[in-house]
Every structure is written in structure tokens, then in C-alpha cells.
């Protein structure tokens, strides 16, 4: 676990002109993942090639995920690495490395609907408002989702 796959040629676009595919600058995708205000200020962000590298420490598994699908849905990354990304442990426990996420990557015709129904079973498709939740702040309407987009799909509790 670690090193999650993204569309390098999707996604936003951060900064202004130059080449759309080429990736962009730690400075740029931690101002981007700061942006969100998901309790990321000491996550350091490192850009090799199209990779981008998450180290540091977060409160919780939700903000792990929503730091990679943040840095992951922009312009020119292909891969986010977060081997060195951990989960703060509980009070009075060990750290302990995150869990293994379940993201989907948005296919043409899908939306929250769909999406809900193939995570969680034929009849589920009410549950994608819980998916909608699970990828606030970066969704802000749960009809603007687009093809090759990253979402967490959180577990049913």
C-alpha cells in the first residue's frame, strides 16, 4: 500500500499556461492540499516527475484519503506515493500505518448514483450521498463529477 494511480491528464489545473500533462510544483499541489483546510499543515508534499510524495502525519484515516485523492485529482500527477503519510494513533496506542483505502476512478456515464450501486450493491444507489460527504471539501456538487476523477469510497458503518 502506498502508491495510488491517477489520470495524469485530468484533473485541476493549478497555476496558469505552460504544458497541461506537466506536473506541478510541491509548492503549488501543498497549497492546494492546504487550500481544503483538512488539517494537512504538516504534511510536507515532494514532486518527482509526475509522482507526488505525501510525508508527515494526519488526525484520521478520512483526511489520509481525502489528502491523496486532493493532490492526486490535479493536472499532471499520475501517481501519489504515501508510504510516508501515517495516520496519528488513538491517545495511549502505537502509530500505526494507514489502512488500505477504497478509492474508484469516474468512468464516462457515471455518476454518484451509479458509482453507490457498484460499491455497495444493487439497490444501494441511495447511498451515494454518503459517498458525496466522504469527498468533501474537493466535491462541492454532487453532479460535477468527470471521467478519470478519483473518489474515496468510505465503508458502511
Known amino acids: 500500500m502506498g502508491m495510488f494511480d491517477f489520470v495524469k491528464s485530468v484533473g485541476k489545473k493549478l ?4 504544458d497541461d500533462e506537466a506536473a506541478p510544483t510541491a509548492d503549488t499541489l501543498k ?3 492546504d487550500s481544503h483546510k483538512l488539517g494537512t499543515d504538516g504534511v510536507e508534499v515532494v514532486v518527482n516527475g509526475d ?3 505525501l510525508k508527515g502525519v494526519v488526525k ?3 483526511i489520509f484519503e481525502k489528502a491523496v485523492i486532493a493532490v492526486g485529482n490535479t493536472l499532471g500527477v499520475s501517481k501519489v506515493q504515501a508510504d510516508e503519510l501515517q495516520v496519528a494513533p488513538a491517545p495511549g496506542t ?3 500505518p494507514a489502512k488500505e ?3 474508484y476512478t469516474v468512468k464516462k456515464g457515471d455518476n454518484l448514483w451509479k458509482i453507490a450501486e457498484k ?3 444493487k439497490g444501494q444507489g441511495v447511498k451515494n450521498t454518503v459517498i458525496f460527504e466522504a469527498n468533501k471539501p474537493m466535491l462541492t456538487h454532487p453532479d460535477k463529477i468527470y471521467p478519470g476523477q478519483v473518489l ?3 465503508d458502511l458503518a
Do not use: C, H, N, W
Not at 497555476?15 to 505552460?18: E, M, V
Open 31 to 33: 497549497k492546494e492540499l
Open 101 to 103: 483505502p477504497t478509492f
Open 60 to 62: 484520521d484515516q478520512s
Open 119 to 121: 460499491s455497495y450493491g
Open 15 to 18: 497555476g496558469i499556461g505552460g
Open 152 to 154: 474515496r469510497i468510505p
Open 51 to 53: 509522482t507526488a510524495v
Open 94 to 96: 502505537a502509530a500505526a
